[in-house]
């Protein structure tokens, strides 16, 4: 301990930090552990139906392709299996990985001579910039993501510098790390493909074409796979959360490619700490070019991949969405940042009139600043996101569970009600329900559609944000009866402050508002019943008083 001190200092910082806000998040929730995202509870529920019922799917009638990983449901179908119902495994793996992603950058840190201070000092900017807390609470793969990816990052950038794989000079434990990494990263996250792409580039530029094609071959195997079980079951070869939330900028016409630029404008804007991280990469570059005329370095492959990793993300994936779709690259970003901007200062002297030192100063504090508001904002932003999805999606779980549970129930956002309760469950946003998903991808998704498939899987309640529809695809069915909205406040995560229900039969409207009326008793402080409404008023407040919920 007193030899490798940073380590377990940096991890007892995390597990300080995890505690409170876990604690912070029980006391807002009557107890309740709930994920700061309903995203988790899809996995969660293909993994549940997969233990219990042998199908691959988010309802236990049939397949479904609808999970943004490949590994992630079945590491939380090993969980289910060994441990039975729970929902302590998604963060039990987080918390495992993001152990093993901080002991990692120690290592590589350690590796490079950083000082054990200044070791800590980085670990815990990389941890809470990335940021290792919010991802951990989210209940996905993204800890899992980071880990594979740094490790890739350094070991590619190795390989590259060497000029093969096949050097005598490297063990063979690394040469198999580094055709394991490709696939495990595609298994994990979808955008790894991106990765992957970059350093094949620079393979194909270094003369190597072959090492290029075993690389993307290796990462392609899994996708390939999962791909053509999924054909076979008459679903897509991708799944619908990539086909839906996947990014691809037209570029037909100039006005096409100029709003493409806008749009990738638009998405630095609003997350300032990757242009603060780009910019520090660039810095960086500048210098070793004037510094060192050597074209292939461990440092210049590293920040070259950050580079290009970060031009093909911006542009074909999504960021931000409580911090986790670019959360490997800021990793990624600030572990070659801090750790190149180290090496050239302690190479660099200490002359007053010298103009590298102040340039590697201002990189460091590009990224130190940019990675205390990330750290500070995630950490804060905790527990109300768990209390979002606790008020929200687990309050509707709730009220399927006693009311619906094996019946008809149409949604937007389908990850807790599916679950907590076993129902037929029509996904109106088409992560889970194949009609729908083809349907918006023809771009012919529409109220007669909606309505129809309704009517096809014998759906008696929807439960649904209907400015999504009223903004996209004109609304909702106008023969459907809307009885009542929960309203929550401070919303940070869900998809909209307010959730509405409909009675998709004119038969089910009565028992609907029945329902609503008893189960608004049991609703937590801070949701807001307004209903029920007919067709002919305008809707009328009314808030259940609750004895723990200010009059």
Not at 11 to 34: E, I, K, T
Not at 39 to 49: G, L, Q, R, S, T
Not at 91 to 112: D, E
Not at 241 to 247: E, F, H, I, M, P
């Amino acid at each position: 301990l007193k030899k490798h001190w940073p380590l377990p200092a940096a991890l007892a910082v995390l597990y300080a930090v995890l505690g409170v806000s876990l604690a912070a998040s029980l006391a807002q929730n009557d107890g309740h552990f709930v994920y700061a995202l309903d995203d988790p509870y899809i996995h969660m529920a293909v993994a549940k139906n997969l233990a219990e019922h042998g199908v691959y799917g988010v309802t236990p009638h049939g397949f479904s392709y609808s999970t943004s990983s490949i590994v992630w449901p079945w590491l939380l179908w090993l969980t289910h299996l060994i441990c039975g119902p729970n929902t302590i495994g998604p963060l039990a793996w987080n918390v495992g990985f993001a152990t093993a992603a901080v002991s990692l950058i120690y290592a590589l840190l350690k590796k490079q001579g950083v000082p054990p201070r200044l070791n800590f000092a980085f670990l815990l900017i990389i941890s809470f910039g990335t940021p290792l807390p919010a991802i951990i609470f989210t209940g996905l793969e993204h800890t899992l993501h980071v880990l594979l990816a740094v490790a890739f990052l350094f070991v590619a950038a190795k390989f590259l510098a060497q000029g093969s794989v096949a050097s005598e000079t490297s063990p063979r434990g690394l040469r198999a790390l580094y055709f394991a990494l490709p696939v495990l990263l595609t298994m994990t996250r979808y955008e790894s493909a991106l990765m992957i792409a970059v350093v094949c580039l620079l393979w194909v530029i270094r003369g190597r074409i072959r090492h290029a094609v075993v690389l993307g071959a290796l990462a392609a195997l899994p996708i390939i796979l999962s791909g053509l079980i999924s054909l076979a079951h008459g679903w897509h070869f991708l799944p619908n959360s990539v086909l839906l939330k996947g990014r691809m900028p037209p570029g037909s016409s100039l006005e096409q490619v100029y709003r493409s630029l806008h749009a990738t404008a638009a998405t630095l804007y609003r997350q300032p700490h990757l242009p603060a991280m780009l910019a520090a990469a660039i810095l960086l570059l500048v210098v070793l070019h004037r510094t060192d005329r050597r074209r292939w370095t461990v440092d210049k492959n590293m920040l070259w991949i950050l580079l290009l990793i970060a031009a093909l993300h911006v542009q074909f994936a999504k960021t931000g969405w409580f911090f986790r779709y670019e959360a490997y690259l800021m990793a990624c970003g600030l572990f070659a940042v801090l750790t190149v901007a180290y090496e050239q200062l302690a190479r660099a002297g200490r002359p007053v009139f010298s103009w590298r030192p102040h340039v590697l100063r201002v990189a460091m504090l590009l990224v130190v600043v940019a990675s205390a508001i990330r750290g500070v904002q995630s950490t804060a932003s905790i527990p109300l996101a768990s209390s979002n999805i606790y008020q929200q999606h687990f309050q509707m779980a709730r009220f399927v569970a006693r009311y619906y549970a094996g019946r008809g129930v149409a949604a937007n956002d389908v990850g807790a009600i599916n679950y907590y309760v076993d129902i037929h469950n029509l996904d109106l946003w088409g992560l889970c329900s194949l009609e729908v998903a083809d349907a918006r991808l023809a771009q012919q998704y529409g109220p007669e559609i909606i309505d129809r498939l309704a009517e096809a899987n014998r759906i008696d309640v929807a439960m649904v944000y209907d400015h999504w529809f009223e903004r996209y695809y004109g609304g909702l069915p106008p023969t459907w009866q809307k009885v009542a909205e929960w309203e929550i406040a401070d919303n940070l995560v869900c998809g909209g402050r307010c959730v509405s229900f409909y009675a998709v039969k004119a038969d089910q409207r009565r028992r609907l508002a029945e329902n609503l009326a008893e189960f608004s008793a049991d609703l937590p402080g801070g949701v807001i019943q307004r209903g029920p409404f007919s067709a002919e008023e305008q809707p009328v407040a009314r808030v259940a008083v609750l004895p723990n919920s200010p009059k």
